[in-house]
């Protein structure tokens, strides 16, 4: 067990629907990055924040946004969402600004969109 | 923009025989490299990482070599065991992690 939660572990919706994804960091951790894995993929990098505040950006569609709050968990939100929107979310926390340690992740979220 | 290519894309070996995965990263600005071993349906978990001030890294059957002039480090296992078949992905990073797109490895007993 990594320390860091997400929730839900399934989610099933439809096409054009929006879903929230949590994320609960590592006690202590102050970065949080999601991550979006296709099926037998690799692992696309979205965004982080760190300390509430957004870091760093990947290839993150516009019908995607995400926030950290006070208390450093983080949601995911995925808006219109369509069939190639599927896909295991993993979101990961590290103890510090910048990718110099580890970074620990989540269980994820497997999202299927019918 | 940023990339890392990770060959092979697939990998089977022996039980005993030894695996190496290379990956080549495109940004020299990158200082951290790790690798991460995930299983089907699980999360990834980091195996083990290498910094830009170091050569070489081992801990016991794994080890991680970088040469920062051809920005290209590798992963290589000894003594394979069935346990160790996963998917494999490497990484680089500046301030956010680029992934390889993974190696699948079969140890066969």
């Known amino acids: 067990d990594s320390g860091v939660t997400q929730t839900p572990k399934h989610l099933i919706t439809a096409t054009g629907q929006r879903v929230t994804l949590r994320c609960s960091p590592r006690?202590?951790?102050?970065?949080v990055y999601w991550y979006q894995q296709s099926l037998d993929q690799g692992l696309q990098f979205l965004i982080q924040?760190?300390?509430?505040?957004?870091?760093a950006k990947g290839n993150i569609l516009e019908r995607f946004s995400a926030q950290q709050f006070p208390d450093l968990h983080s949601e995911l939100n995925l808006s219109s969402l369509e069939l190639g929107d599927s896909a295991l979310y993993f979101c990961?926390?590290?103890?510090?600004?910048?990718?110099?340690?580890?970074?620990?992740f989540g269980p994820g979220t497997r999202l299927t969109v019918l | 923009g940023e990339n890392v290519e990770q060959h092979p894309s697939t990998l089977s070996v022996q039980e005993g025989d030894s695996a190496v995965i290379k990956c080549t990263y495109s940004?020299?600005?990158?200082?951290?490299f790790p690798w991460y071993k995930q299983e089907l349906g699980k999360r990834p978990q980091l195996i083990i990482d290498?910094?830009?001030?170091?050569g070489e890294k081992k801990d016991q059957r794994i080890a991680v070599t970088l040469n920062k002039t051809a920005k290209h480090f590798s992963l290589h296992i000894t003594e394979t065991q069935p346990e160790d078949s996963a998917v494999y992905f490497c990484?680089?990073?500046?301030?956010?992690?680029?992934f390889g797109a993974g190696t699948r490895l079969a140890v066969h007993p």
């Open positions: 006690s202590g951790d102050l970065s």
């Open positions: 940004d020299s600005a990158s200082n951290y």
């Open positions: 290498i910094r830009s001030n170091v």
């Open positions: 924040y760190y300390n509430g505040e957004e870091r």
């Open positions: 990484a680089a990073s500046i301030y956010k992690l680029i």
């Open positions: 990961a926390s590290s103890g510090t600004r910048g990718v110099y340690n580890e970074q620990f």
